[in-house]
């Protein structure tokens, strides 16, 4: 089949587009065509090794540096080292085409999304392991998985549609629940014009909650169209526009300089939840602010068990809304994340393997 493979820390010449063997299934796994496969930032912070500890600087900064200087890093992967060379790809959307032996035939030909972000050892302990960051994923023709972790949807979203869920929505999800976001409150959202942003604004509407949304000048009016009850932009000053005390949770994905400012827009008991720092992983926490405010401050990585099948029943039921900017063919990838991390799109980016007969 052909897949681009990731040879090591690097540029945009660690992704070589190649023939590679077919994966085989092992015992209680199904073997997937892919037709879709969302790009995301985590496939590019895992090429460059920006989990590293010895990375400070946000996302884009990260890839200048290492396009000149490229370092392998042993601790620069989402779960330390990253297993070079491997396909990436956390998003998948696909086709069964073929189930272990035991295996349930009936599921062949179903058209599934994979749950990238799997718990091996149970939904008791946070262990996790990712799709397309600890093991081979879906920037490929074809891949395995277990066949617990693969969900049948039925909808009539295009395969690029579907395939931009998994990731953004997933975690975007597993916050709004870990937050415990409810009716009526409050909800500030940094980052609303990305993959994870207007995925955590859709999914806290449908708790009818209400969101002040932070994007980008120009992303400001495509916010508002998917929903936000107030957007602001992010140069601006939120502690000036919102005062202290004022929303109930703050959904932070970009972190950077803005920490500090979002803590004090927190109300008393509010809780703060992230899942990324794409805008600076170091930040300034004034320690008052939040052991007087009785604040909790919530991370997330490791999606909880009812996440997924409730993304699937929420697409299913027609309550979300998919926002593809734009696709790719699969051997494009170099030049997909590129334009992915010009910034200047609203929605996702999704890659297209070529289709089987060619
Ligand atoms: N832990 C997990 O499981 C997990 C899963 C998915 C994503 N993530 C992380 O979450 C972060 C966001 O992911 P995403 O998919 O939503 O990314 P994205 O689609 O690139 O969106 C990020 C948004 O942040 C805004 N932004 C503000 N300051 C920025 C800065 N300094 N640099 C770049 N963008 C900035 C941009 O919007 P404006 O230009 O409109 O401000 C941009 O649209 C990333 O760091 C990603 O790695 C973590």
Excluded at 184 to 206: N, P
Excluded at 213 to 228: D, F, N, P, T, Y
Excluded at 266 to 271: E, Q, W
Excluded at 274 to 290: E, K, N, Q
Aim: hydrophobic share 40%; with cysteine; charged share 20%.
């Amino acid at each position: 089949m052909r897949a681009v493979v990731t040879i090591g820390n690097g540029g945009y010449d660690k992704l070589k587009y190649c023939v590679v063997p077919l994966p085989t299934c092992g015992p209680g796994e199904v073997l997937l065509q892919v037709l879709s496969a969302g790009v995301n930032n985590t496939d590019i912070n895992t090429r460059v090794g920006w989990y590293s500890s010895s990375i400070i600087t946000d996302t884009e900064s990260a890839v200048v540096s290492q396009e000149q200087k490229a370092t392998a890093k042993a601790d620069g992967g989402w779960n330390e080292t990253t297993p070079f060379p491997f396909i990436q790809g956390t998003d998948c959307c696909g086709r069964i085409v073929a189930v272990a032996p035991g295996g349930d035939e009936t599921t062949i030909g179903m058209r599934v999304l994979v749950r990238s972000c799997m718990r091996k050892s149970g939904f008791e302990t946070m262990e996790n392991i990712w799709m397309g960051s600890d093991f081979d994923g879906a920037f490929a023709q074809y891949v395995k998985a277990p066949a617990g972790e693969v969900f049948a949807v039925d909808c009539d979203w295009s395969d690029a549609e579907l395939g931009s869920i998994p990731c953004a929505y997933g975690t975007a999800e597993n916050m709004v629940h870990r937050a415990k976001v409810c009716e009526g409150e409050h909800v500030l959202v940094t980052g609303a014009s990305g993959g994870v942003g207007s995925a955590v604004l859709q999914l806290v509407k449908r708790r009818n909650a209400a969101v002040t949304a932070i994007a980008g000048r120009a992303k400001m009016e495509q916010v508002l169209s998917i929903g936000a009850d107030r957007i602001l932009d992010r140069s601006e000053d939120v502690v000036a526009i919102l005062g202290e005390n004022a929303v109930d949770v703050v959904v932070d994905n970009v972190a950077g300089p803005a920490f500090g400012g979002l803590l004090k827009v927190l109300k008393r008991g509010g809780r703060y939840v992230s899942s990324g720092a794409i805008g600076g992983p170091l930040v300034t926490l004034d320690m008052r602010t939040f052991y007087l405010k009785d604040l909790t401050l919530v991370g997330c990585t490791a999606w909880d068990e009812p996440v997924f099948p409730n993304l699937i029943s929420y697409i299913e039921r027609g309550e979300l809304r998919p926002l593809v900017a734009k696709t790719f063919p699969l051997d494009r990838i170099a030049d997909a994340q590129q334009e992915f991390l010009e910034k200047k799109h609203f929605g996702k980016f999704v890659l297209i393997p070529l289709p089987l007969d060619e």
